[in-house]
């Protein structure tokens, strides 16, 4: 107990993507006798599955964000405007960027990874809501002539192709995909459609490793210099800062180590989910796919905990679709060994995104 006499404290640590079915579940279900906080350093989530569309102009900024405060009012639960800079797991507080404490006696947790931008003079892609900010700014400004986006994975392949769509054929683009190649955790099918759409949408492929970078472009391993006016630091996520020291059992990669039923292996009262997290004995690729399948799980391991039941196992599914935009109004399906391409499956992704956004609150994506 954490001094809260018979009410007994949830907190709900980042408003990722697996967060929103918490909420959804509080809205529903209003467990007594618990007291819920959400803490999130921004009243909105960014839905990065359609950031890509807004960057290429297929989406409003208001379509692609959902706003918590409206989700934590209707599930009950409090909103504390902060952003955990650390936690210590055995006296069960987190630390906040304001200078607070949040003791808890279940804590769930879904803030998203970092990104390790140390030896680039640019600003990371992480937070999202920050690039968000830079980019809107940047577009309304001068728009850049030369973009280079280094990082081979999902986010920098679809960034690069929807900078040549906003940007039109005038424009310079440039993918520098590291040593791993492009799209290095999909099936070869859908590398193969994936060089296709860059080399048809005139976007350079530069498969070696960028080391460095700064505003005016990257040097490549080889010490080839790539100049750009505009450079989109879309390289892997890394672990969180703030886990340091904090008591929690960590997974080989950093992340906050959870077993089959999202909970930590140290400290069971802790759930988590999303990028944040490892699972040890079956590790998942970190995607928002997963983010979101893991969400109904985490709500059903808190409200078993809160009942004091056993969580339930999560079994994720073995394959996930995965739709990657190409700029225009066009996409590659990923299911397992298959790979599809057309703009059907673009008119699905977007189905899809809207009907995400639609169900936590976005109206922006119930127009057309
Ligand atoms: C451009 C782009 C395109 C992508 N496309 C795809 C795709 O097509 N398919 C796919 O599967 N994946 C895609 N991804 C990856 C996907 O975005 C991530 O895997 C996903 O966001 C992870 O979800 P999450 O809920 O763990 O974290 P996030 O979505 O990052 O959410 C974390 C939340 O926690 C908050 N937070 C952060 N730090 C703190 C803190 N210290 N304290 C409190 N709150 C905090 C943040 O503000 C945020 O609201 C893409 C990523 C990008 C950038």
Not at 2 to 15: C, N, Q
Not at 59 to 83: D, S
Not at 119 to 132: F, S, T
Not at 150 to 157: E, I, S
Request: proline content about 7%.
């Amino acid at each position: 107990m954490s001094g809260r006499g018979a009410r007994r404290r949830l907190v709900l640590l980042g408003g990722g993507h697996a967060q929103l079915a918490v909420l959804a579940w509080l809205a529903r279900a209003r467990p007594a006798g618990v007291e819920a906080v959400l803490v999130t350093p921004q009243p909105r989530q960014v839905y990065s599955g359609m950031l890509p569309g807004w960057l290429a102009g297929h989406y409003t900024e208001a379509q692609c964000v959902i706003a918590l405060a409206p989700l934590a009012q209707a599930a009950g639960v409090m909103l504390r405007r902060a952003a955990a800079v650390g936690l210590d797991a055995d006296a069960r507080q987190v630390r906040l960027d304001d200078g607070g404490t949040l003791g808890y006696d279940w804590l769930s947790v879904n803030t998203g990874p970092a990104q390790d931008a140390t030896r680039w003079g640019v600003a990371p892609l992480r937070p999202i809501e920050g690039w968000l900010v830079r980019t809107r700014q940047r577009l309304a400004e001068a728009p850049p002539r030369r973009v280079v986006v280094v990082g081979g994975g999902a986010a920098g392949f679809e960034l690069a192709l929807a900078w040549r769509h906003r940007l039109g054929p005038a424009a310079g683009v440039t993918l520098v995909s590291g040593r791993s190649g492009l799209l290095a955790n999909y099936p070869e099918g859908v590398r193969r459609l994936g060089r296709q759409a860059l080399a048809a949408r005139a976007v350079t492929l530069i498969e070696t490793r960028a080391v460095s970078g700064g505003p005016h472009g990257v040097v490549l391993a080889d010490r080839t210099e790539v100049a750009a006016d505009e450079v989109v630091l879309a390289t892997g996520s890394v672990a969180p800062s703030w886990l340091d020291g904090c008591g929690l059992q960590r997974a080989p990669d950093g992340g906050l180590a959870t077993g089959p039923t999202l909970q930590s292996v140290s400290h069971p009262e802790v759930f988590a989910a999303g990028d944040v997290a490892s699972r040890l004995e079956r590790p998942l690729p970190h995607s928002g796919v997963y983010a979101v399948r893991a969400g109904v799980a985490l709500a059903a391991g808190l409200r078993a905990a809160l009942a004091g039941a056993p969580a339930p196992l999560w079994h994720p599914p073995q394959h996930t679709l995965n739709l990657l935009s190409l700029g225009d109004r066009d996409a590659i399906a990923s299911w397992g060994p298959l790979a599809l391409q057309g703009p059907w499956i673009w008119r699905w992704k977007d189905r899809i995104d809207r009907g995400f956004m639609r169900r936590h609150g976005t109206p922006a994506c119930a127009q057309r």
